[in-house]
């Protein structure tokens, strides 16, 4: 088989192998590539893809490149492409551009011969470990053939050669560099991870020290207490607020938490801890903490564990104050649902003592208004003008005394009563109290009644509030030539709200807070009779419901009471 130089710049390439016409080129293409210093290339392999490394070689130099050499022809069934170069300076020039497995290189050479070639390759960092053999006629000298080994053969071939020897000896050369490439590639991808493991390290102290620095700020500039502990409770580091305490940061380093604890609180405090340690999570506890003085403050703390350091972050507020304030706020608490419960019973006393008083008055006032009505239609003989004027004021006062007794004793029934929880008509039940309203037929009294909704609550209290709003409503509008009463509800919102609005004389909203008062009066008694006890009554009743009663008005303008239930139907 001929083979030519194709290419150019030491670009082998290798024929096809189905005849030995293939893989030549032109002689014209020869010699361009002769002239430009060209390379011929025996491969079976296809081109590289980018950025892979360049498969290996062998590289023969010959003197005679335009002409076949047997190594050539020996080699071609070998996996590796042939390269070939002219002696001297072109030989040199391909080392360090590519790997060669091995490097047959014959001694005798035009010019610079085997010997010098071998010395300037293994002068380059690129050929001071690549395989030469020398290829030199059978019968050379002993002393060359050390010469060879002295410059750094490995082996020598002996022409003419032995195809199979030839091959076996190669083979083994590209093996090696295969596998020498594979331990190559593996050192660089070890120091690749051994290189980013490092920087990872650094990555990490370097944040780990900023961090350090950031919680070193922290831990100075801070006004609260800070410590780092042992699991154990060990203090290992505490920023300068705890002098707060009267502490040195010397003073607590080295010594535990338990040391400082009031012993009331030094059991739950290491259960706390134990907690902590156990769950891995942050928690908050408060107990005495002793101060250089010898006295104690109350600290509220939070400890959060680091398992993987095996520390304790600490941080602590000086709570005094705070559980002073709530021990006072509980002892004020304690005093006052005392009095409260005090109160109550006084309340009780005082309503069972006032009904009874209202009951048992009841009897007397009624034997005066029996007596006094005898005098006046005359069972006692003839009285004068002026005695019958005194009989008549008796039984004038002695009625009121005894309408204000019984109105004292609705009060009280409302407040001792129970409440009972039915369904309410409000629209029938306003219809019923103005039934039961003795209007005087004179007056002129127009009665508007709007949507009520249903209702839950005692019908008999209920009804009462009506009687007493819309009675309310009546006597203030006395003076008015057409008296307006309008009972509806609001009811977009829940609890419905009802209402009774009228057009009378209202009343100084100045004067409000007097307005559900028991025997209080906005008005002069000359003006509008009453006792003063009707507002305060309906206030009770709605108060037992749950419920809320307020009112709005204006001097000479009108007034408006609404009043909530708390359950509606």
Known sequence: MKLTPVGSGGAPLRPKRTGPSQGRETGAAAGRSERAGAVSRVSGASAPDAGAPEPIAILIVDGAPETPLPLEAA??????AIVRARPGAEALRLIPKREFAVILLPIDLPGMDGFETAARIRQRRAGAHTPIVFVTPSGRADVEVYRGYALGAVDYLFTPVTPEVLRLKVGVFVELAKKNREIRRQQEALQRAEE?????????????????????????????????????????????????????????????LPEFIHP??????????????????????????????????????????????????????????????EQEIQQLNSDLEQRSLSLQQLNQELESFSYSLAHDLRTPLRSIAAYSEMLAVGEAGELSSEALKMVRTIQRNSGRMTQLMDDFLAFFRVARKDVRREHIDMAAMVREAIETLQVDAKRSVNFSVGALPAALGDSAMVRQVYVNLISNAVKFTAGRERAEIEIGSISDRLPAIYYVRDNGVGFNMKHYSRLFGVFERLHRREEFDGTGIGLAIVQKIVQRHGGAVWAEADIDRGATFYFTLANTG
């Open 75 to 80: 080699l071609r069934d070998l996996e590796p």
């Open 196 to 256: 980013e493991r490092m920087q990872r390290q650094r990555d990490e102290t370097r944040a780990r020290l900023e961090w350090e620095t950031r919680r070193n700020h922290f831990f100075r500039l801070s006004i609260e207490l800070l410590a780092i502990s042992s699991y154990a409770g060990v203090f290992t580091r505490t920023n300068p607020t705890w002098r707060t305490l009267g502490y040195d940061e010397s003073e607590l380093h080295g010594r535990a």
């Open 264 to 325: 009331d609180d030094l059991a739950v405090t290491n259960t706390v801890v134990a907690n902590a340690q156990q769950a891995g999570a942050s928690l908050y506890f408060e107990n005495r903490f002793r101060t250089k003085a010898g006295n104690y403050r109350w600290l509220g703390w939070t400890i959060v564990p680091f398992a993987a350091e095996g520390l304790l972050y600490i941080f602590a507020r000086d709570i005094t104050e705070r559980r002073t304030r």
